[in-house]
């Protein structure tokens, strides 16, 4: 079982949608939480970071992490078609431990 | 131009060759890593270094090398390239802890034939 287990989809939505992305992960000593997004061809780039559990929201953009179940979700709201990207959750121990990624979420946001 | 860039950009090579890709940053980072990605396996750590003179392996370093020729400078090496090692290679860095930002190049796809 991996560490970190994230839908590879692809997730096909209408323009205007609310978008619901998750990863569940294994191991409860993950204290931190990201988000990275990859457009196609691209490196990947940070969206969201929170630490421990609760939520943080920036614009559009929702993280929210329930540690009880060991899951992370990101929420889109009023998608667009510049939304449509791979998602890539990722988590540490520690600032001191590695980042676990999960293999990643392909959104595609349709006019 | 970019913060982190990595060349070449897309390479094929043959079984058996020693191949170098190459990344150098202008963020000015003292931690620099090496990530390949692969379908269904997301990305995997192959090397880190957060120093000239400090290199340690990652989860999947057999098969690669890699030299810090300087602050700004990371090579990853094949020694002997073999077709499981097709796949987009990245390189990234970061000024702080594992769960700081990481700032990505624009990635290397190599094939292996």
């Known amino acids: 079982q991996k560490e970190v287990e994230q839908d590879p989809g692809p997730l096909s939505v209408p323009e205007g949608a609310i978008v619901s992305l998750n990863c569940t992960y294994s191991?409860?000593?993950?204290?931190?939480f990201m988000w990275y997004r990859q457009y196609s061809r691209k490196g990947p780039e940070l969206l969201m970071y929170t630490y421990s559990s609760g939520n943080k929201e920036d614009g559009r953009f929702t993280a929210q992490v329930d540690k009880s179940s060991k899951y992370i979700s990101l929420f889109i709201r009023d998608s667009q078609p510049s939304d449509s990207a791979t998602y890539l959750c990722?988590?540490?121990?520690?600032?001191?431990?590695?980042?676990?990624f999960g293999t990643g979420t392909r959104l595609q946001v349709t006019l | 131009d970019a913060d982190v860039t990595q060349t070449p950009r897309n390479r094929i090579t043959k079984t058996g060759k020693r191949i170098m890709l190459e990344c150098s940053q202008t963020?000015?980072?003292?931690?620099m890593y090496w990530y390949r990605q692969d379908p269904g396996l997301g990305l995997r750590l192959i090397y880190y270094?957060?120093?000239?003179?400090?290199?340690n392996k990652g989860e999947i370093s057999d098969g690669y090398s890699v030299s810090r020729q300087a602050q700004a400078k990371f090579s990853l090496s094949l020694e002997s390239a073999i077709p499981n090692q097709t796949a987009l290679y990245f390189c990234?860095?970061?000024?702080?802890?594992?769960?700081?930002?990481?700032?990505f190049g624009q990635g290397t796809r190599l094939t292996v034939v």
């Open positions: 191991n409860s000593a993950f204290q931190y």
């Open positions: 963020k000015g980072h003292d931690r």
């Open positions: 990234a860095t970061s000024d702080g802890g594992w769960s700081t930002e990481a700032f």
């Open positions: 270094s957060f120093d000239v003179k400090d290199i």
């Open positions: 990722a988590m540490s121990f520690g600032t001191a431990s590695k980042l676990t």
